[in-house]
């Protein structure tokens, strides 16, 4: 109880003098922006995915403790959990989650992934829990010393459990690895300690590296689950996906459902669909909807399905524009930004030369991107009609198809467990 209690202290004096640092430390930064980005840009980029080889003969895992915050990081952890448990009956498996991963199994300490924390404000709300699952998890690798911790995404909590397994001297895999490059790059002093980082872009395997860490390339999680690449040249569908949060969706759809109707106007025989996977945000969207004098089809359910006969789209930045355009659709990038200090941040503090995990990957501005706070309907109409020119249409989309075959293979989830069964076990 003891140890648990002092390690709950140490961090949280760990964290107030992070906090007291952070100011001198961005303005450090952002006077250092133009190196960085330089420095970006010099990175070895690697070559493409290997198949996935797993050993007949795996070395005995038989425990592990998984952390997840939120609702993604439980869904990459349940598909690990589920080889982990076929390649090594009788694993001991436990850790902070949800309700799916307790009905798979998994001893639930703290249900966070249930509680969705996300951003600043909400989080200093919630800061006790935090702490309290930093109790629990040093109590808990005492009592029962896992051959394994393993951390996926939520970096912010990560970021102190990885130093508390490493002081106890057990093996940690961090796998989503906290995208540092862009922002906060002198966090790489903790999470480089990991015994392994598993990173989802090439690139960030190779910024990770030269800071010192061991970091492998497994690929995207959206790979294992894509189905085959869209070849819609004559569809007059256009998709508009403004984003899976509630603030995106009030940020950028206005702007989309304006750009759209304006799109109309200038090819009156275009349709517009808006396809999304969470139900709970129906009446959100429908209300906004409500609002526009223009014919969108809204469903929910099977997200690739839905997207199968769209020739081009707008879409929100994030994983989901990565996965459009792993689909061979064409798109444009937007990101409206309502605050002037987060429009600021955007263009003076990022140090990556483009906000889209596609262009990142091919290290150009392969789709066009609208970001920023002042964007408007003719920013994305002028940037979409481009994208529907038929000379263009075949020549973009191999080029989408070859970022695929590169960057983009199925078996994410075997080459994560092949890293783990490869790590050295605890000798404590």
Known sequence: MLTASCTVLREFFYALVQLACALPRHLLSLMMRKKRLQHFSQLDKLDALDPAQLSDSPRPIHSVFIAVGDQSGQAHALKLIHLLKQRHPGIKIRGFGGDEMEAHGVKVLLPLADLNI??????????????????????DIKQRTPDMVILIDYPGLNRHLLRIAIRNKIKVVDYIVPQLWAWAPWRVRDFKNADALLSILPFETAWYNSKGADAHFVG???????PGINNNHDSNIIAILPGSRKSEIRSNLPVMLEAAIKMKQ???????VLPHSHESLRELIQEILNGY??????????WHAQLANVRAAWVVSGTASLEVAALGIPAVIVYKIDSVFGSWIA??????????????????????????????????????????????????????????????LPGVNQRVVEIIENIEPNTI
Do not use: W
């Open 266 to 272: 200038i090819n009156p025989p275009l349709e517009f």
């Open 347 to 408: 263009r003076n503090a990022l140090t990556v030369p483009f906000v889209g995990g596609i262009n990142l990957l091919a290290n150009k501005e392969m789709l066009p991107e609208v970001v920023g706070r002042n964007i408007s309907a003719d920013d994305l109409c002028n940037a979409l009609l481009p994208l529907l020119d038929e000379a263009n249409y075949p020549l973009l989309q191999q080029q989408l198809q070859d970022i695929r075959d590169r960057y983009l």
């Open 220 to 226: 995207h999680p959206i790979a294992d689950e894509l």
């Open 293 to 302: 004098d223009l014919e969108v089809e809204l469903s929910f359910g099977n």
């Open 118 to 139: 996300m951003g600043f404000v909400y989080v200093g709300t919630r800061l006790p829990l935090f702490f309290k699952a930093i109790y629990y998890f040093a109590r």
